[in-house]
Every structure is written in structure tokens, then in C-alpha cells.
């Protein structure tokens, strides 16, 4: 069974740091597309940051110069470093990504479970 498992989620104070981490289990042939995305309470789910296979990246504007996503091919995993943390950082990520598992098979689009991040003095 596929799955996406996201750690590092936890209690910041404002101007902290968190690593998380999105781990890819299961069978599968290839990844392309990794991305992070947030949703706070009362707010639409959005992206914060994504990268393809080949290392290519983009972010939300409200996360430039603080939040870098990055990627281990060999490990089927992808992070997301998050720096200067505010209070409206705070929300549930859900890592995001599109999973081939066979050579012969399409690309199709799986989540995670979430892991919450709370950004508070």
C-alpha cells in the first residue's frame, strides 16, 4: 500500500524553525511532482511549496526567503524547512505528490495524513 507520511509537526515559538519531513512508502516506480501545501482553520487548503524530480522549485508568495522545500530521490522523500515562523504559519501540512507505481502506469495524485504546526508564544 502507498502512503505519504509526514513528520515534524509541532509547537513553535514565533522567529523559530521546523523541519518537516514527507516519507513515501510502498511500491513505487517514480515521483515526480512533490509539494507541501497548509490549511488553517476556516481556510481553503493552499500550496506552499513544490518541486519536481529534476530540483526545480516554487513557493507561495507569503513564504519566499523562509520556507525552503528540498528532496531525496533515493529516500522518496521531500522536506520542507521552514524559518522565521510566524502566527499565521500556523496551520495543518499536508505533503502532496504524484506517484507512478509501475513503469506502464500513469501518474496519479496522493496526500498525506497532515501534521499540525502551531506557531505561538
Known amino acids: 500500500q502507498v502512503q505519504l507520511v509526514e513528520s515534524g509537526g509541532g509547537l513553535v515559538q514565533p522567529g523559530g524553525s521546523l523541519r518537516l519531513s514527507c516519507a513515501a512508502s510502498?511500491?513505487?516506480?517514480?515521483?515526480?511532482?512533490m509539494a507541501w501545501y497548509r490549511q488553517a482553520p476556516g481556510k481553503q487548503r493552499e500550496l506552499v511549496a513544490a518541486i519536481t524530480r529534476d530540483g526545480s522549485t516554487g513557493y507561495a508568495d507569503s513564504v519566499k526567503g523562509r520556507f525552503t522545500i528540498s528532496r531525496d530521490n533515493a529516500k522518496k522523500t521531500a522536506y520542507l524547512q521552514m524559518s522565521s515562523l510566524k502566527p499565521e504559519d500556523t496551520a495543518v501540512y499536508y505533503c502532496?505528490?504524484?506517484?507512478?507505481?509501475?513503469?506502464?502506469?500513469?501518474?496519479?495524485?496522493?496526500w498525506g495524513q497532515g501534521t499540525q504546526v502551531t506557531v505561538s508564544s
Open positions: 502532496n505528490a504524484d506517484l507512478k507505481l509501475y513503469s506502464f502506469s500513469k501518474y496519479r495524485n496522493y
Open positions: 510502498g511500491s513505487i516506480f517514480s515521483i515526480e511532482t
